[in-house]
């Protein structure tokens, strides 16, 4: 009997991670993601962004900061090359979550599902495959990017339909949830993570100086940016370089 209630939880234990449970863990995400795409829909529609050329660059990148950084360019009448290396340097991080992610993998991803798959990961994505205890497989992972990506696609088109019919000054306020929203990513790690905080202050000096200088006149907006970046990051690297962890 004993020998039966142990086969018996291991073949449940092995099936707990499928498309169902994935739904369920991504249905929290998914619904968070509805309020910040419908920021992102309202900031694009104010922009002059079609709704459904909004829609589009939600189902194709998936990327808030990207996207809201994309949407500063555009409007700046910035160049492919400053928004090819704005979206390098703002999403360079997923290069090491999907890294982290491919030892939590089992036999079900093959090279076609790998490359599928790293088109939905985000940090809230990663953040909950990366802290099962077990391996997991394709369907897991389907059904944990389904409900967020479906959200992120969803407010994006309620926001840039909303953003055309409600008043300006409603408009104006959502316009500051992006912005909030980058605010809310900075708290979190610079109070528990050492150095965060510095970087932050020295790419918002840096950008400061580089818009209100005369002598930096020719440098555009969205070049500013991966300059202010890229200094504050390679002062605090060498300042206070992170220690190698588990």
Known sequence: MEQVKSKKTASSGLSVLDFRRGLKDGLPIGLGYLSVAFAFGVQASMLGVPWFMSVFISMTNLTSAGQLAGLTIIA?????????????????????????????????????????????????????????????????????????????????????????????????????ALYAMFIAIIIPPSITTKGVLPTVLIGAGLSCLIYYLPFFDGISTGLSVIISALIAALVMAAICPVKNQE
């Open 76 to 176: 700046t009448l910035g160049t492919i090359g400053e928004m090819i290396l704005t979206q390098l340097v703002i999403n360079s991080r997923y290069f090491l979550m999907s890294i982290t992610l491919t030892q939590k993998l089992d036999d079900s991803f093959t090279l076609k599902h790998r490359l599928f798959c790293s088109a939905f990961i985000t940090d809230e994505i990663f953040a909950v495959a990366a802290a099962k205890p077990k391996t997991f497989g394709v369907k897991y992972f389907h059904g944990l990017s389904l409900c967020p990506y479906v959200g992120w696609a969803l407010g994006t088109l309620f926001g840039s339909l909303a953003g055309n019919i409600l008043p300006a000054f409603i408009t104006n306020a959502l316009g500051i």
